[in-house]
């Protein structure tokens, strides 16, 4: 199992930028893919992103293609999301987790990832 930690959100204008990581513990020496969700008072966890344990495929939801990027280095054990146009409809908490399981292709649901934080809070404002 890994241990996940998400950092550097924070409160940024609209049209900021911000980007945001998420540090890996534990059982680091497995290949897995990683995702990134957000997730909105009141509201279901939502996709995000996801990379490749190798970082040579990436997947995004609509809602941010051409904004956000998604990168590791495995080296460090860290996952991050760059977060660039930002928009108000982009606050919420930001959470990082791995899917074992992943083999040809990225997933997108929310049930198949595991080792969620807490998450980082990202405000956006107007």
């Known amino acids: 199992q890994v241990q996940l930690v998400e950092s550097g959100g924070g409160l940024v204008q609209a049209g900021g930028s911000l980007r945001l990581s998420c540090a890996a513990s534990?059982?680091?020496?497995?290949?897995?893919?990683m995702g990134w969700f957000r997730q909105a008072p009141g509201k279901e966890r939502e996709f995000i992103a996801a990379?490749?344990?190798?970082?040579?495929?990436?997947d995004y939801a609509d809602s941010v293609k051409g904004r956000f990027t998604i990168s590791r280095d495995n080296a460090k054990n860290t996952v991050y999301l760059q977060m660039n146009s930002l928009k108000p409809e982009d606050t919420a908490v930001y959470y990082c987790a791995a899917d074992y399981q992943a083999l040809n292709v990225l997933r997108r649901g929310v049930s198949v990832y595991d080792g969620w934080g807490q998450g980082t809070q990202v405000t956006v404002s107007s």
């Open positions: 534990g059982r680091t020496f497995s290949r897995y893919a």
């Open positions: 990379i490749s344990w190798s970082g040579g495929v990436t």
